[in-house]
Every structure is written in C-alpha cells, then in structure tokens.
C-alpha cells in the first residue's frame, strides 16, 4: 500500500524549487515571529522572577494603575499583531506560491 506522501504528484511538488522557496520563506518568518513573542514574554517572565518591584511601580505619582498591566498587555497585543504579519503573509505571498506550485504540479 503506498502512502499519499510517495506519490508521483507528491514527489513533483517537492522537486519543485517554488515549493523549496515556500518552505524557506515560511519556515523563515515563523522562526522570526516565534522568536520575537518568546523574548518579548520570557524577558516579562524574568522581570516577574527577578525584579518583581519594577512592575509594582505606578504609571505616575496619582495612578493607581502600575507600570507591569500596560507592559504585559501589549505583549498580548503584541502576539495579536504578529498573527495578523503571519496571515497577511500566508494570505499573500505564502498563497501566490501555493497557487504557482499548484499550476505548474497540474500541467
């Protein structure tokens, strides 16, 4: 029994070099992005861990709001606007080249 992944078609679509390409720049972005959430929250995290007192410290001198609720809200929106990047680019580019590698695999 052959499995789908050894296909012909399959196998065409890998020689494909716009299927390397895809893998490449997708790969790329998504190690770029994970990496850019991960510092951004683990150097929250060591904050917390290590130097808790600086986000206690209030907005200014009358807020009762402290430094640490803005700073860790815009790491979730952070996040948020990193996957609108990601889809903007899978919606784009990403899917441009699926299209061709699609196309061209088809003929």
């Not at 070099?17 to 490449?24: A, D, I, N, T, Y």
């Not at 948020?80 to 990403?94: D, E, I, Q």
Request: charged share 15%; hydrophobic share 45%; no cysteine.
């Amino acid at each position: 029994m052959h499995s789908p992944a050894n296909t012909p078609v399959y196998e065409r679509v890998r020689r494909n070099p716009k299927f390397q390409e895809l893998v490449r720049q997708r790969s790329r972005l998504a190690l770029i992005l994970s990496a850019v959430v991960l510092v951004g929250y683990y150097s929250f995290m060591m904050v917390v861990a290590f130097a808790p007192g600086l986000l206690h410290e209030p907005m200014s001198d009358d807020s009762v709001l402290s430094i640490g609720f803005p700073i860790g809200a815009g790491i979730i929106i952070l996040s948020w606007l990193l996957t609108g990047v990601y889809s903007h680019f899978a919606n784009g580019r990403f899917q441009d080249l699926t299209d061709e590698i699609t196309r061209e695999t088809l003929q």
